[in-house]
């Protein structure tokens, strides 16, 4: 599997050689998750440089590498044998002064950034992928579950937040794949209130965005949810993003673009006239890491294609008042979607 990642990668692009030095791109291409190495990718040879704080995890996690110590020979001077031509790297990642320091290693090699033919790739997931983002959707869905009782007027954002990561990681994720958002009352009209210092209020939305990492592999979901009864407006802010929501589900499948998916959700917002309200786009890929391609925006005319990975979550969010978010995490198929979250969508008063 991980051979066949790297043949591909080198297969899509020219280069001579690859390096890899981000930690999701690692996993991505080798299976090894220490996080501090550096990969190079050759057409007949695959090596990866660490030092012995990691040299039997990659025994076990990266067979298909050949292992170097990196504290003996540094990943320049072992490509200077072969004279690469082009050197492709992780311009986005890479620090400009290690950058400097590569080039000036190799003064004769074209270097070249290759991360977006990168997360080109990574956008589509294969089936140990989708397995793991399923296990991370069905853990963040089973805590979602477990808070439901907690959620009561004089309960502290922070514990709500912090009971949520205690409950997915004692069921087998790594950690929560972002800090996680309890915003409620007035709070919740920030789209990204990581829990604070808050207590519920009777009559508060409560939003909770959220998820957690398994074997590497991300999950996020949002549901909001009203303290005692909802007043009329809480109740057409909800109705309006949970139709915006479910259009947009239904319109997703293979061959539109991230463009027209949020456009979808969109006007329906814009039409019961808060489109203002919606301010962020409808979604984003999610994988190794929690935001990746691709992107449900206005601006991206990226076509999805089958086994993409992403999140669908219009929103409103009205200053003084609160806001909504539903999200649900999904994959792209040739004829629609699969979703991969199932907790409850109609309004629930707490
Ligand atoms: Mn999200």
Known sequence: MFKKRAKHLLEAISADAILISSPENQQYFSGFTGG?????????????????????????????????????????????????????????????????????????????????????????????????IRQAATLADDAFHHILPLLRPGTCERDIALELEWFMRKQGATGASFPIICASGYRSAMPHGVASDKLLENGDFVTLDFGCFYKGYASDMTRTVVLGKADAEQKKIYETVLSAQMAALDCLHAGITGKEADSVARNIIIKTGYGDAFGHSLGHGVGLQIHEQPNLSPRSETVLRPGAVVSVEPGIYIEGFGGVRIEDLVIITENGHENMTHSEKKLLEL
């Open 36 to 132: 501090e190495a550096v990969l190079v990718l050759q057409k007949d040879k695959l090596t990866l440089f660490t030092d012995s704080r990691y040299f039997v995890q990659v025994k076990e996690e990266a067979p298909d590498y050949t292992l170097l110590d990196i504290t003996k020979t540094k990943p320049t001077a072992y490509l200077q044998d072969f004279s690469p031509e082009t050197i492709a790297f992780e311009e986005d990642f890479v620090s400009a002064k290690a950058a400097k320091l590569m080039a000036d290693a190799l003064p004769d090699s074209r270097w070249l950034g290759i991360d977006s033919e990168i997360m080109t790739q990574r956008s589509i997931k294969d089936e140990t992928e989708l397995a793991c």
